[in-house]
């Protein structure tokens, strides 16, 4: 069997919708033989574990706990989507106090049983709050932990295909940046069409300005969307799009989507939201971004609400003050 790396991979919140297909998919990937899957939820995780179990793999190592302690020994490369989910008219902040609790606790254990844990993907919402505190309280490096906020890119891509009748593939591009909740930067500046600039089709008004924030809002929608759809928050594309996070930092092909990290520069402080990413063996990196005046605009607003969210969270005493993040973690001091 030919694998990425033998490295142990380690999917958290397995029991669930998202941790079960995450599974799935690494093992189909061939990312590693070894996969352990932890939930805090016995019976769930173990039919997940039994599924996969009669699927019949051959070369599989798989194994579970809802010993987290156990479950983080060795572990090289963990996902996590290990929280609470939206339900039909939530936002992805709603579940901000209890997800936050979660990430607490996760990024200690990291600290504490896998302090040579080379790679995070932390899934769970809001995915840019709740990323951050597991990368404060881990230790690990900040290139060490990325969140999901591709699937507001793919999104995007989506909804053009679907405006100009043109398959996929000719979407290239397309771009969100900042929170990944629905006060995300929509780019247009970044994307051609059939190899027209986005922005151009805006302005020739081959797009009339009213549908393309028609397409904005469908993007800044689409999780919801999902949830009228199917009842349920969306599962399969963000299982899919998190294994070809961890799959990059593992090794594999590049990951082609922007990805949440933490900033720290003369634009954006101390916080975590999505950017123009790459992923690969030493982690989540990031550039600039750069879009017309009106974008920026958009991205700085996403910005200062993520400020806010995580302001909030300070003050309900999950985070400490930013002047003291550097003795929980130094490598964010
Ligand atoms: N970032 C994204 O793009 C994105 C997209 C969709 C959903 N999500 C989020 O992903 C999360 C999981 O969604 P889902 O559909 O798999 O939910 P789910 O309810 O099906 O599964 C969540 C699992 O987490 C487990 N869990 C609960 N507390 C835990 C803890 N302390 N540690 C570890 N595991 C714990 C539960 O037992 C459950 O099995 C939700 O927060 C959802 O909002 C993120």
């Known amino acids: 069997m030919n694998y990425l790396t033998n490295e142990k991979l ?8 998202i941790g079960s ?21 016995l019976p769930g995780l173990t039919g997940v574990a039994e599924e996969l179990l009669h699927c019949g793999f051959e070369g599989l190592n798989l194994t579970y ?3 987290i302690a156990e479950a983080l020994k060795d572990a090289k490369y963990i996902v996590s989507s290990g929280g609470a989910a939206r339900k039909a008219g939530m936002t992805r902040e709603d579940l901000l106090k209890g997800n936050a609790l979660i990430a607490e606790e996760f990024g200690k254990n990291v600290k504490k049983y896998a302090p ?17 505190i597991t990368l404060l309280y881990s230790g690990l490096p900040a290139t060490g932990v990325s969140t999901l906020a591709a699937l507001d890119s793919t999104r995007l891509r989506n909804e053009l295909a679907k405006y100009f009748k043109i398959p996929a593939d000719e979407i290239i591009n397309s771009r969100t940046y900042g929170g990944h909740g629905e006060q995300m930067a929509v780019y247009a500046s970044t994307t051609t069409v059939n190899g027209k600039p986005l922005a151009e089709l805006i302005e020739t008004g081959v797009i009339p300005e009213k549908d393309w924030a028609e397409i904005q809002a469908k993007v800044t929608q689409g999780g919801k969307a999902i949830i009228d759809l199917r009842g349920r928050s969306s599962f399969q ?10 799959a990059a930092a593992m090794g594999g092909p590049a990951f082609k989507w922007p990805a949440g990290v933490y900033v720290n520069d003369n634009h954006f402080q101390h916080i975590m ?8 063996k030493n982690g989540v990196h990031y550039t600039d971004v750069k879009g017309t005046p009106a974008e920026d605009a958009a991205l ?12 909030e969270v300070i003050e309900m005493g999950v985070l400490p003050p930013i002047s003291e993040w550097g003795k929980i973690n130094p490598n964010l001091a």
């Open 116 to 132: 040579d844990c080379k790679h995070i993907v932390v899934i769970f919402n809001p995915a840019d709050i709740t990323g951050l």
């Open 300 to 311: 700085q607003k996403s910005y200062e609400h993520l400020c806010h969210l995580r302001d």
């Open 237 to 246: 594309s963000p299982a899919y799009l998190s294994i070809e996070m961890i």
């Open 65 to 67: 706990t809802d010993n």
């Open 273 to 280: 939201m999505a950017m123009e990413t790459t992923i690969d």
């Open 10 to 17: 380690l999917i958290v919140g397995a029991g669930g919708m």
């Open 21 to 41: 297909n995450m599974a799935q998919t690494a093992i189909m990937m061939k990312l590693t033989p070894n996969i352990c899957l932890y939930d805090p939820y």
